[in-house]
């Protein structure tokens, strides 16, 4: 008996370094479990590249890198350490939030179509191989991006705003399949069978519109 042969293509990683980039998903996953620990409510962005692409397929041409990022869906800790995702959003805007409370209330809805510099390494997977990871953001570069924003190179991939209280809604139907599973799997959508939010869940800080104004993507700090 032998082992067969193996004809998967080796994935194409986004190159290492900084690249020009713009947030198509916001997407709240909802209450998620590790390892049947305690459930924590996660936010995922999802980035694609705007400078660097490759040919996946013939058919398609050249396309956009994908890239993604999770944190825990709070901007306030209870100790003096700010949470990771209040970091990121500051070093993407190289400007901390005010207060405490303007942290809390941001409005994550203001962040779709946003351009920004992100940061690759490539990194191992425990599973063997390696993987393109998000290690920084920063502004956009401001001489490549001059009269230019969010809007200013064509849609390739849709553009998803989601809160976990809508349920399987229109953005939900827009999601890829391995977010789509995720979601299902969260506390929100098992205990009923569909999403329950409790009074304690943090779940204003997505906003409602589907898409920044062309006047707000990049002219402004969004706080």
Excluded at 157 to 179: C, H, M, Q, R
Aim: with cysteine; aromatic share 10%; hydrophobic share 35%.
């Amino acid at each position: 008996m032998q082992a067969p042969i193996n004809n998967q293509k080796p994935r194409i990683l986004c190159p290492p370094g900084l690249h020009l980039c713009r947030l198509i998903q916001v997407v709240d996953l909802g209450s998620q479990r590790f390892k049947g620990g305690d459930p924590s409510r996660k936010l995922y962005f999802g980035f694609e590249t705007l400078e660097t692409g490759h040919v996946f397929k013939e058919d398609k041409g050249e396309q956009p890198f994908s890239l993604q990022t999770e944190f825990a869906f709070y901007m306030n800790s209870s100790g003096d350490k700010k949470t990771k995702l209040r970091q990121f959003v500051e070093s993407w805007f190289n400007k901390p939030f005010p207060s405490e409370d303007e942290a809390a209330a941001f409005d994550f809805s203001k962040l779709i179509g946003r351009l920004a510099g992100v940061m690759i390494a490539h990194l191992p997977k425990k599973e063997g191989g390696m993987k393109a990871q998000i290690v920084g953001i920063c502004p956009p570069d401001t001489n490549k991006i001059k009269g230019l924003d969010g809007l200013g190179w064509p849609k390739i991939n849709p553009w998803v705003l989601y809160e976990i209280d809508n349920g399987e809604d229109s953005e939900f139907a827009k999601l890829p399949n391995f977010l789509q599973s995720k979601i299902r799997e969260s506390d929100e959508f098992t205990r009923k069978g569909q999403p329950v939010v409790s009074e304690d869940d943090i779940n204003e800080q997505l906003g409602h519109s589907e898409q920044s104004s062309l006047d707000d993507l990049d002219s402004e700090v969004p706080f």
